[in-house]
């Protein structure tokens, strides 16, 4: 079975710009999340979606936005890109959401270089 | 809130020898807890987590981890380290209903022949 797939794996932006991020979750799985991790640093939630709603959100400005689709997979938008959106933005998926057992599985990221 | 603390950046091990990676947490409530490992660019691989139960939590390749409350500590452990354990471990907490985590810092494990 795959696992999380992510595209594209590398990305060179200038200021200014936009940018679309987009993931696969693993078969069956409903919930994805997106994280930002800047080098040195561990990875800062972004948002979580499930069932195509979202569910949680973290401490990023309104140029970042996602969107889930009915099968399940999902976009991370940027807009006006900014130096510092430099980093690897990871995505995640599980089964469902709420659940005490859940366990995240990550995709390998899109590295974003922002020029 | 929810955080997670490693206090140290960079663990330095001779293969073969036992390993430690240390975690501190501050959560209110019951702490969920997990080790993710995240070799050069790759993204993280689950290695085991605390819910509820045994103190001791066994996970993938060989790796455990000790859950201590009165420390509030979650240390990373092996009993022998392998060169191939050279990577970035990062301890994570979760926080709220949902499934989102949060990380620690990250530390560096290296481990020399």
């Known amino acids: 079975d795959a696992g999380v797939t992510q595209s594209p794996t590398h990305l060179i932006k200038t200021r200014g710009q936009h940018v679309t991020l987009r993931c696969s979750p693993i078969s069956g799985h409903k919930s994805v999340s997106w994280y930002q991790q800047v080098l040195g640093q561990g990875p800062q939630f972004i948002f979580q979606y499930y069932e195509k709603e979202e569910r949680g959100r973290g401490n990023f400005p309104d140029r970042f936005s996602a969107h889930q689709f009915p099968n399940y997979s999902s976009e991370l938008n940027v807009n006006a890109l900014l130096l510092g959106d430099s980093a690897l933005y990871l995505c995640?998926?599980?089964?469902?959401?709420?659940?005490?057992?859940?366990?995240?599985?990550f995709g390998s990221g899109t590295q974003l270089s922002v020029l | 809130a929810q955080s997670v603390a490693q206090p140290e950046d960079q663990v330095n091990v001779a293969e073969g020898n036992p390993l430690t990676v240390k975690c501190t947490y501050s959560v209110s409530g019951n702490p969920y807890l997990f080790w993710y490992v995240q070799y050069p660019n790759r993204g993280l691989q689950f290695l085991l987590k605390?819910?509820?139960?045994?103190?001791l939590v066994k996970g993938s390749y060989g790796f455990e981890a000790e859950f201590n409350k009165s420390q509030t500590s979650f240390h990373l452990k092996k009993p022998s380290a392998l060169v191939s354990d050279s990577a970035l471990y990062f301890c994570?907490?979760?926080?709220?209903?949902?499934?989102?985590?949060?990380f620690g810092q990250g530390t560096e494990l290296s481990v020399k022949p």
């Open positions: 605390y819910i509820t139960g045994d103190n």
């Open positions: 995640a998926s599980s089964l469902a959401w709420g659940l005490e057992k859940e366990k995240l599985f």
């Open positions: 994570a907490v979760r926080e709220g209903q949902g499934g989102k985590l949060i």
